[in-house]
């Protein structure tokens, strides 16, 4: 009897160590609160107002979402939010207040380029994550490792899903480009993106390296669009952002021109279909996320960022989210996620060890499943998935592929 | 004549961006003369002048928004500018006078900004548009294609900048506004009140600036907070190469920079734009201060 | 310190430097609202030298502001003929020619800005400001000072007192733009990235508001003003997005209320009277 039960006994010492090694139980780490500070640099005065205040509602509706769930591991997040004022100066001052004053974890943002420009090799000096929230320069974040990411998808990555698309659908053989010659991204868009995506396809580009040009909210579009009614192309392809965009392709049909238009991503913002009317159909586009998308993860964000917005600089530029808030809202995900994958214990002493554990996880960071956002590659881009859209209708619908 | 054929010849490109930039000029020229008469009637220039054509621009489009007609926004958004620019006088020159002579110009500096801030609070920082139809009436005009806003703009331009120039050469308060930009105090011993000869050229000033904002919101279809600062200097530009203090001058400067701008994006690209304008004003204010059409001052 | 006020700091030294640079043109009675392109030509010139042709930072700087100083005087010597306004408006027109310039310039990036420069740091930039300080103090105590304040008074009695007027003016600007030069290398070093946008008009008008608001008859306005307004918009971060219209009000009141400046003339008389007396105590 006896011999039967220490049999039993160490059976089941054996099969219990046997589970244990193969499902490891897993051990709570401990966190120190009392809360998880995470800082946002976006602008909230300056041209970029609107889009930074959706930014900073769009990061706060994810912490709303994890607060609720009951933070991480019984701590709460708490964000810290400084202004940036779409200046360089200001920006490295708030992130300098951040870093040092907050002692947050790590940064969300900022927003622009040329402000990245300075706030990503600071970063580096101070040894602390930014996550940027929009920002195309090409090779700035190759430029500034290891501290500096940028939770946006270069355009040359979208372009050319989308000048796939668009020779598909009418048979564009040669084309002309029309550029911004003043906003970096559309510069860089309509000078550096296009012509390769468009050669890459076998399109002719009438334009050479000498696009039709113009400057960033031109209050008229006359010259250049005569200029681009006289090359007679099959399409037009534009680096542009939305309102220009508008305003070049409603001047284009005024003067005559049949011929469509496409552009990457800034066009789908600044409510082109809405206020284009029949001028703007069957005008192509790409981006990583938009309003019409109906994912589970996409809804919950939608639903998180407009009850916040109902409380956060509440105004109507803030009350619809587009696509910067979603890099936002995914960023402090991602931060979650590293805190919890590199057992960030958030303790004082260990600011600075924390801070490299998160720089680290976002480095590897290749499977992350967000709202619009798969992680980063090795320069500290951002990977993510490119829809295709066209304007049908009055609203941007997606390309069937 | 039948339309001809793409693509483009030469002249017909040519007279087409001549149209497009007389459109444009008119614009400008509506700026340059708000700042000439400021600046001949004080010798000082009001940098936010700029900022109230974008305040004019605002407030039609808000007022359309509403539902008021066009023609009567734009005569509301005329009177709101004119009387943004009578608080500026009375802010930021009025109580200077006393002070260095550049005080009023960085005061207007330092209302510009806060105009600026504001105009993003209240109406946001991404560009807006008015509503309005995109489809506007189109006359073939020879070889050029004209639209029924070119004609409402110029023509708007043309009778505004007519009717301040024969209302300062033939009516009695005109020749008091002279007589004070020739020489404040002998004015008021004539018996011109002052105050009230500069409350006045403010309002204009104001009022064609706003005018000139809401024509270009109109037709040139986009409006930021941040469209003074550029507009402004262009006036600025306009004027000195017209000649300062010189309501002509002004007409036709504006005219001239609409022409040369638009000329060198059809035929170099929109990045050398500022620095020939610029560059331009550089070179007349050291060689020919007085612009084309000025007097030689002292 | 915190990295955060060290931040404000470094940032508020160049724009004491700026400051400074403006007053310097002032004391002839000019004022020039385009020192943002000499910044720029310091800048651009500096960090090209120690990015792309590996000069240490300090020679840059130097070779930086001595380029932006030729240029100073190149354009100084058509420019000082103009007279009060036309002149503002010509600095300006400078100003915007060298910002538009840079712009398009392919070989400092253009459009793309510059990147790149490293070096500046607090201890450098506040030893080019306490250089300069102690210049100004010294410059305003000798005869040269006297003149200048001759000069600034009344341009014609100066001329009969025997003063050269001409030089001295382009001396002074001269001296300006080698200022400015010295603030926009620091900038570039300190910044890590430079482009156009970063020098325009603003930046200039903003440097003469420091002078005059701080009291433009001594270089010590200059100082002050520059540190008061460059804390300023970093005290008002509590305003949130009010935060920069309410910086334009305060420099509305600011003039209408104290057009004069902080220290004002009889300010500075009385100080330097005190301080006269602290001397004559201590050694008698």
């Known amino acids: 009897m006896r011999r039967r039960k220490s049999i039993t006994i160490t059976l089941f010492v054996f099969v219990l160590a046997y589970v244990l090694a193969i499902h490891p139980v897993p051990v709570a780490q401990a966190l120190e609160g009392p809360e998880i500070k995470i800082g946002v640099a976006v602008c909230i005065t300056g041209h970029g107002a609107n889009v930074g205040k959706r930014e900073a509602i769009g990061a706060q509706a994810a912490v709303d979402v994890i607060n609720a769930q009951g933070g991480v591991n019984g701590v709460p997040l708490k964000l810290y939010i400084e202004d940036t004022a779409s200046n360089p100066q200001e920006a490295v001052n708030a992130v300098r207040k951040l870093a040092g004053d907050h002692k947050v974890l790590g940064i969300v943002g900022p927003h622009y380029s040329s402000v990245g420009e300075t706030t990503f090799p600071l970063g580096n000096q101070l040894r602390i994550i930014q996550i940027a929230v929009a920002s195309s320069k090409p090779g700035l974040a190759a430029a500034n490792r290891p501290y500096a990411f940028r939770n946006t998808l270069t355009e040359d990555k979208i372009a050319g899903a989308v000048v796939r698309e668009f020779k598909k659908r009418y048979g564009i053989q040669k084309v002309a480009i029309i550029t911004d010659i003043k906003d970096a991204v559309s510069r860089s868009v309509g000078t550096k993106v296009l012509p390769p995506a468009f050669k890459g396809q076998g399109i002719e580009v009438m334009t050479g390296d000498k696009p039709v040009t113009y400057q960033t909210n031109d209050t008229q579009f006359r010259a250049q669009i005569t200029k681009l009614k006289a090359m007679n192309p099959d399409g037009v392809g534009m680096g542009a952002l939305g309102p220009d965009a508008l305003n070049i392709i409603t001047e284009a049909r005024r003067q005559g021109m049949k011929q469509p238009f496409m552009s990457t991503a800034p066009i789908m913002e600044g409510e082109v279909p809405e206020l284009g009317g029949k001028a703007v159909l069957g005008t192509f586009s790409g981006t990583i996320w938009h309003l019409s998308m109906v994912t589970p993860a996409s809804k919950k964000f939608v639903e998180a960022y407009k009850n916040r917005a109902k409380t956060m600089y509440t105004s109507k530029y803030t009350e619809t989210p587009d696509y910067y808030p979603v890099n936002a809202y995914d960023a402090v995900f991602m931060i979650v996620e590293g805190i919890k994958a590199m057992c960030v214990s958030n303790s004082a002493g260990d600011l600075q060890m924390d801070r490299d554990k998160l720089m680290y996880y976002m480095a590897a960071l290749r499977d992350f499943n967000g709202v619009a956002s798969r992680g980063f590659n090795c320069v500290g881009d951002g990977v993510k998935d490119v829809h295709v859209f066209e304007i049908k209708g009055g609203h941007w619908v997606p390309i069937k592929k | 004549m039948p339309p001809h054929p793409y693509p483009y010849s030469e002249p017909r490109m040519f007279l087409q961006q001549l149209v497009n930039g007389v459109t444009l000029g008119s614009t400008y020229s509506l700026i340059a003369i708000g700042f000439t008469l400021v600046l001949g009637l004080l010798n000082m220039l009001n940098i936010a002048h700029g900022d109230i054509f974008m305040f004019g621009a605002f407030l039609g489009l808000s007022l359309a928004m509403l539902g008021i007609p066009l023609y009567l926004a734009l005569i509301l958004a005329m009177l709101g500018a004119g009387i943004l620019a009578i608080i500026i006088e009375r802010l930021c020159f009025r109580p200077l006078r006393k002070a260095h002579f550049l005080m009023p110009l960085l005061s207007t500096i330092a209302f510009g900004i806060l105009l600026q801030n504001v105009a993003t609070q209240i109406w946001g920082s991404e560009p807006s548009r008015y509503p309005q139809t995109t489809e506007v009436a189109q006359f073939q005009l020879g070889p050029v294609l004209v639209s029924s806003i070119d004609i409402l703009i110029v023509a708007i331009s043309i009778f505004l900048m007519l009717g301040i120039d024969q209302f300062v050469r033939r009516t009695r308060f005109g020749r008091a506004m002279r007589a004070t930009s020739e020489k404040a105090q002998t004015a008021s011993l004539l018996g011109v009140d002052i105050n009230r000869v500069i409350i006045f050229t403010f309002f204009t000033s104001g009022a064609l600036a706003g005018v000139a904002g809401v024509l270009t919101a109109l037709v040139y279809l986009q409006i930021t907070p941040f469209i003074g600062i550029r507009q402004g200097l262009i006036g600025m530009v306009a004027m000195v190469i017209g000649g300062v203090g010189n309501l002509r001058g002004a007409m036709i400067g504006g005219l001239m920079i609409g022409i040369i701008e638009v000329m060198n994006d059809a035929y170099f690209t929109a990045s050398y734009r500022d620095i020939i304008l610029f560059g331009l004003f550089l070179i007349f204010i050291v060689f020919k201060p007085e612009g084309l059409f000025g007097k030689k001052e002292p | ?284």
């Open chain 3, 1 to 284: 310190m915190s990295v955060y006020t060290q931040g404000v700091v470094a940032l508020m030294g160049i724009n004491i430097l700026m400051a400074l640079s403006v007053y310097a043109i002032i004391m002839t009675d000019q004022v020039s609202l385009g020192n943002a392109g000499f910044m720029a030509i310091g800048a651009y010139t500096s960090a090209y030298l120690t990015v792309k042709m590996g000069m240490p930072i300090f020679p840059a700087l130097i070779i930086g502001a001595l380029t932006s100083s030729v240029i100073g005087l190149l354009i100084g010597i058509p420019l000082l003929r103009l007279e009060g306004l036309y002149f503002v408006m010509g600095t300006f027109g400078f100003g915007e020619v060298v910002r538009t310039f840079f712009m398009n310039f392919e070989p400092t990036g253009g459009a793309y800005g510059f990147r790149g420069p490293v070096g500046a740091t607090l201890p450098m930039i506040y030893g080019f400001v306490l250089v300069l300080i102690l210049f100004f103090w010294l410059l305003g105590h000798s005869r040269l000072g006297r003149s200048l304040d001759a000069l600034r008074d009344d341009h014609e009695v100066a001329r009969t007192i025997g003063l050269n007027v001409t030089v001295l003016k382009l001396g002074l600007f001269w001296l300006g733009s080698f200022i400015a030069g010295i603030a926009g290398g620091l900038y570039a070093h300190y910044m890590f990235y430079i482009e156009s946008g970063n020098f325009h008009i603003l930046v200039s008008a903003m440097a003469i508001l420091y002078v005059i608001l701080g009291g433009m008859y001594t270089f010590w306005g200059a100082v002050l003003g520059a540190v008061i307004f460059s804390i300023l918009p970093e005290a008002l971060r509590f305003m949130e997005d009010w935060r920069l219209s309410l910086y334009g009000a305060v420099l509305v009141l600011m003039m209408i209320f104290r057009p004069s400046g902080i220290i004002s003339r009889q300010i500075v008389r009385n100080t330097e009277d005190w301080i006269g007396g602290i001397f004559r105590k201590a050694s008698a």
